[in-house]
């Protein structure tokens, strides 16, 4: 059955924000220019732009960025409700650093036109993360069925490792969302191969959003580099390349597809091969004696 979602993936840039109403005009004039699609994905870590409002000192200091940015949590999410509800659409927001503890995990939360529907938080830290400032893993993949389809979020780094998206895939997930932060285009390619690899094995679509360009303010999101992009299994029914859409590497803006997911459940019956039906002979396999 026919069921066609028009998707947005953001290849989005920082800037140095003088005040909460220059963040609310460019998200406001983002989303707008989005508006014609179903769901759109901005990428991970794009919250920390905010860290500027407190000033240079604060965006140059690893810990002070991060508590800055979560101080502004609250405010992103009204506005991203409310943007969501004006134009009728499903918008992952940009992730950042949440505190419910004494050290932030690193969450992306999703909207619909009734609200905020969840959040997912990234499952496994980068080295980073883990060694420089210290944002912690929450273990714990969520799926959110919502009139676009039945979503799951693997934040940057999670989307390399296969289980993760098996999991996903196991439980009917139909696109998977993967916002992401990379440094080096060698960075950016592990993300976009392990995202089409996920494509691939689970015959779903996959969104890769990234942040893109150079920071001179702040030391954790210094350097971005990245392509937007949407993905879909080379299995017959989707482009042969497997990439449904792809934007310029570095180039600000949205990268636009509609994508047919009942294509996924045909992919997954009656694709030229069935990765996602033959997973579990890769599960029986193993080191011959």
């Known amino acids: 059955m026919t069921h066609l979602v028009r998707i947005a993936a953001a290849a989005y840039p920082f800037d140095w924000l003088d005040d909460f ?31 500027s409002l407190g000033g240079r000192a604060v965006a140059a200091d690893l810990e002070a960025s991060l508590h800055e940015v979560a101080r502004h949590e609250p405010a992103r999410d009204a506005l991203h409700a409310e943007l969501a509800a004006r134009h009728g659409v499903h918008i992952l927001a940009a992730s950042g650093p949440h505190f419910s503890g004494p050290r932030p995990v690193n969450r992306a939360v999703l909207y619909g036109p009734q609200g905020r529907i969840g959040h997912q938080d990234k499952q496994i830290m980068t080295r980073f993360e883990r060694e420089d400032w210290n944002v912690i893993g929450a273990p714990g993949l969520k799926v959110f069925d919502t009139a676009v389809g039945r979503l799951g979020v693997l934040i940057c780094y999670d989307a390399e490792f296969p289980l993760l998206g098996r999991i996903l895939a196991e439980a009917g997930v139909q696109i998977i969302l993967t916002p992401s932060c990379t440094d080096t285009v060698a960075g950016y390619n592990r993300v976009r191969i392990g995202a089409m690899a996920r494509a691939l094995e689970s015959q ?20 971005n580099r990245g392509a937007a992009a949407i993905y879909a299994p080379a299995d017959g029914f989707w482009p042969e390349s497997g990439v449904v859409a792809e934007g310029g590497m570095d180039a600000p803006g949205w990268v636009k597809a509609t994508a047919d997911l009942g294509l996924v459940a045909e992919s997954r019956r009656n694709g030229r091969v069935l990765p996602f039906l033959h997973w579990a002979e890769s599960e029986g396999s193993g080191l011959a004696g």
């Open 204 to 223: 779903c679509v996959v969104v890769q959003s990234p942040t893109v360009g150079d920071v001179d303010w702040s030391p954790a999101i210094d350097e």
């Open 21 to 51: 109403d220059a963040y609310r005009a460019k998200i406001t004039e983002w989303v707008a220019d989005a508006a014609d699609c179903d769901l759109l994905v901005f990428p991970e870590y794009g919250a920390m732009e905010l860290a």
